[in-house]
């Protein structure tokens, strides 16, 4: 996100500007853990830069958030 903020935050109107991590949900749905944290990493420094934006910016909400949980990242061995 290094570029997508700068034409947009010249427009007087403001402007809505909305990321997805995609590819999470496909690590989550195929259960593959190391994809899954590499991809949230990933996102985490998008987060970073749209809270930097904000910061400077002054009048910036952000909000992430999960449309579901893919989950069951558990130990299947049997105790």
């Known amino acids: 996100m ?3 903020a700068t034409p ?7 402007f809505l500007l909305m990321l997805e991590g995609a590819q999470i949900d ?3 749905h195929a259960n593959v853990l190391p994809d899954v944290v590499t991809e949230l ?3 985490d420094q998008v987060v970073g830069a ?3 934006f904000a ?4 009048e910036t909400l952000v909000i992430v958030t ?4 893919t989950g069951a990242h558990i130990n299947r061995r049997r105790l």
Do not use: Q, Y
């Open 2 to 4: 290094k570029k997508p």
């Open 66 to 69: 999960g449309d579901h949980e």
């Open 50 to 52: 749209a809270m930097r």
């Open 8 to 14: 947009v935050k010249k427009n007087n109107n403001g």
């Open 55 to 58: 910061d400077s910016n002054g």
């Open 26 to 28: 496909h690590g989550g």
């Open 41 to 43: 990493k990933d996102f």
